[in-house]
């Protein structure tokens, strides 16, 4: 079991270049999320995927958008990658289905090692 | 609104000694509440977690505590190593099914030889 794999580990982009980060999982798990973490902050949340052919907004979507290839990868697409958006990216993922009672899965998120990016 | 957040931002200790850190949360009704830790370089990884119905869980060498009438939840570490110095989260579920998590900011605990 891999776990939650991401590639690339490092990239670096020049302002106006496009990209995809690839995220895949192989716990049968539901529910995928991207997250952005920068500098002294917390994690933001970009996107999120609670099933298979589903993708919804989080806290702070703009400038990115994501597939659910299907029920093991998600991807994330900077498609005008601006210097803002130089941040480390996870991507995780979590077993419950949508509106799945408290108590018949774990609300725990396994995190991926992460992308760092950097946009010149 | 729904918050998570930190009371210290770095907290430095020396090996052998506990470590407290401190996490509040804004939303009464919150049920459920995880505790990850994050190295350098790596994904946070879970530590340990706690329902509502519960004042305190052990783990191996942790303890989260829940105060429900401060909304404060804290992590206790005995007997730190170098092997816990990392940034440590607190994070909540956010209502509405779709399974989503509220992380703080994090705390750094960083220990000395």
């Known amino acids: 079991n891999a776990g939650v794999t991401q590639t690339p580990k490092f990239q670096v982009l020049k302002t106006g270049q496009s990209m995809t980060l690839q995220c895949a999982q192989d716990?049968?798990?539901?529910?995928m999320y991207w997250y952005r973490q920068d500098p002294g902050m917390g994690l933001r949340l970009i996107y999120y995927?609670?099933?298979?052919?589903?993708?919804d907004k989080g806290e702070v979507p703009n400038g990115y958008n994501v597939s659910r290839l299907n029920k093991r990868e998600f991807s994330l697409r900077l498609e005008s990658a601006a210097p803002s958006q130089t941040s480390v990216y996870f991507c995780?993922?979590?077993?419950?289905?949508?509106?799945?009672?408290?108590?018949?899965?774990?609300?725990?998120?396994?995190f991926g090692p992460g992308t760092r990016l950097t946009v010149t | 609104g729904e918050s998570v957040g930190l009371h210290l931002p770095t907290l430095s200790v020396q090996e052998g000694d506990n470590s407290i850190i401190n996490c509040a949360y804004s939303n009464s009704a919150s049920d459920y509440f995880i505790w990850y830790k994050q190295e350098s370089g790596k994904g946070p990884q879970f530590i340990i977690d706690i329902r509502s119905n519960m004042d305190k869980r052990q783990g191996q060498r942790v303890t989260v505590l829940l105060n429900k009438t401060v909304k404060h939840l804290s992590l206790q570490i005995a007997a730190t190593q170098p092997g816990d110095s990392a940034v440590y989260f607190c994070a909540e579920p956010t209502s509405g099914g779709y399974n989503k998590l509220i992380f703080g900011a994090g705390t750094r605990l960083a220990v000395h030889p």
């Open positions: 716990m049968n798990h539901n529910s």
């Open positions: 995780a993922s979590n077993p419950r289905r949508f509106g799945q009672r408290a108590g018949q899965a774990s609300y725990e998120q396994y």
């Open positions: 995927s609670a099933s298979e052919g589903t993708t």
